[in-house]
């Protein structure tokens, strides 16, 4: 499926697919509420989320005169909104495999900067040997001080 939302374009055909795909117990695929979600990563870092379904799914579509048909939908995810999905639905080995494994008395950030911004802190990175997420904590720490 393609879709250009916002400006855009997602495309399921040309994304990575993080884990497997997620249908809830219970539902055959002739069932009319039955679904299907797969999340996807983009080659630019972004996630999105792929879902399909009966009608009487989350996925479902209007028809006719109050009626309902299967359909299917995309919908951009932010890294954390990728990360709660993928805690709820993907097994722990497929967790780790898309966003490492997670430390005690560490938290995910995610942040958009500006690509300027984002150089800046690849030149200091490189510069100093840190890794970004060091960098960034050295100057978060500063702010302290």
């Known amino acids: 499926m393609k879709k250009i939302i916002n400006g855009r374009l997602y495309d399921t055909e040309k994304a990575t697919p993080v884990g497997t795909d997620y249908t809830p117990a219970g539902f055959g695929v002739t069932d009319f509420k039955w679904y299907s979600e797969q999340l996807y990563r983009k080659k630019t870092g972004e996630y999105f989320l792929h879902g399909q379904g009966g009608p009487l799914s989350p996925y479902s579509e209007p028809y006719g005169q109050g009626g309902s048909q299967g359909g299917s939908r995309i919908a951009p995810l932010t890294a954390d ?10 097994t ?23 690509l300027a911004a984002k150089r800046a802190l690849e030149r200091e990175a490189a510069r100093t040997g840190e890794t970004q997420a060091r960098v960034v904590e050295r100057l978060l720490e500063g702010l302290g001080e």
């Open 81 to 90: 909104q990728a990360r709660e999905w993928a805690e709820a639905h993907l």
């Open 92 to 114: 722990a080995d497929e967790w780790e495999a898309e966003f490492g494994t997670p430390e005690e008395g560490e938290a995910v950030v995610s942040a958009r900067v500006s």
